[in-house]
């Protein structure tokens, strides 16, 4: 029996964004072939019961407290990285010989402790952090998160490149990325996003509305909502529905001045899968070049047209099944064109989707390099 060391930022239930749908469903895929997973999570608070959907796809699961001092900060080392350490997860992976999956950089800093250690060390790398903390920056509004985020991106630079030649191989989300590891360090594996999906939905040709989802908690997402907001303030004979669980009073209010535009609560997968089934089309922006957005995949087996910028994905493939507008005028054209038009796109995404983009052939792939030896 094949055994792996697991250290996720969080806890990966329920799956409910991006890195963390990764996760879950990369834990479910290899599972699926046959390893057994030791999951080690950094968490807030911990948990008092683990889900059963957890406990169905791992060995065992230890939970460790993310520290909460604000001197942390001032630390070299980037803060999300200073506040997941623990003496405790040290302790659990030394009491098996296992190699050991590392999801974020944010999760790294006890390899200073492992070097000696004889274990095989792998980084799922879902950002480059540096890039990701500098939109994020240039995204947020509020003064002080904005320079918090730029530090956070300056520390990235330097952590990045001393941490990254620390491990036998690199998995990769995007080209860019596997591009950028590959020829600094050449560990780099591309192994696409973790997402979930199955086989793609058949549906009819149209929908009742165009869809914008996402975490309003972060600045990108805000962003992106604000400017669709105002493509469809000026096209009143089109239906917009925002569905966020994390929508302020002050977007609220915004939204509800605004005949055309209604915000919907997600709360779970499956009123999510609803509302991605009843759209005509999906808008989907971002203003930060860091890979193939997970949310895209959603859009793409569960729903019709997708419309794009150029941040959704660097994948030409995917880029091939959707709509790619480079501006607010070409977004909006595409939204002018979709609404009269019919839904025929099932068969052509099963070719490319189905084929190429499974979670089992990836966690196949993974444990070909994991365990090659």
Do not use: W
């Amino acid at each position: 029996m094949k055994e792996l060391h697991l250290i996720s930022f969080n806890y990966p239930y329920p799956p409910s964004y991006g890195g963390i749908i990764d996760v879950y469903y990369k834990i479910k895929a290899l599972s699926d072939t046959g390893i057994k997973i030791h999951l080690h999570c950094f968490v807030d608070k911990i948990p008092g019961t683990i889900d059963q959907e957890i406990k169905s796809i791992t060995e065992n699961v230890f939970f460790y407290r993310k520290k909460k001092n604000p001197l942390q900060y001032f630390s070299a080392v980037p803060f999300a990285a200073s506040i997941r350490t623990s003496d405790a997860l040290f302790k659990n992976l030394m009491s098996v010989q296992a190699p050991i999956l590392f999801e974020g950089l944010q999760t790294t800093h006890i390899i200073r402790k492992l070097k000696d250690k004889d274990y095989n060390l792998y980084l799922r790398l879902h950002n480059n952090e540096t890039e990701y903390y500098k939109g994020l920056s240039s995204s947020e509004k509020n003064v002080f998160k904005k320079l918090i985020y730029k530090i956070e991106s300056l520390k990235y630079a330097d952590y990045q490149k001393r941490t990254l030649k620390e491990f036998k191989g690199v998995f990769c989300l995007s080209e860019k990325e596997f591009n950028e590891v590959d020829a600094y360090s050449k560990n780099a594996h591309l192994i696409h996003i973790f997402h979930g999906n199955g086989s793609v939905k058949y549906l009819d040709k149209k929908g009742d509305y165009f869809l914008f989802h996402g975490d309003l908690s972060i600045s990108d997402n805000r962003k992106a909502l604000e400017e669709t907001i105002s493509m469809f303030k000026n096209l009143p004979q089109h239906q917009l529905v925002v569905a966020s669980d994390r929508a302020g009073e002050d977007l609220k209010k915004k939204i509800s001045d605004i005949g055309n535009i209604s915000l919907v609560p997600i709360e779970t997968t499956e009123n999510l899968h609803h509302l991605f089934e009843n759209a005509h089309a999906n808008i989907l922006l971002s203003y930060q070049n860091s890979g193939t957005k997970v949310k895209l995949f959603n859009a793409l087996y569960n729903s019709r047209f997708v419309i794009i910028n150029e941040n959704i994905t660097d994948d030409s493939a995917l880029m091939d099944l959707c709509h790619f507008g480079s501006g607010s005028d070409g977004i909006r054209q595409h939204i002018i064109e979709i609404a009269a038009k019919d839904y025929d796109e099932n068969d052509e995404r099963r070719k490319v989707l189905e084929k190429n983009y499974s979670d089992d052939a990836k966690a196949e792939e993974m444990v070909k390099i994991i365990f090659k030896d």
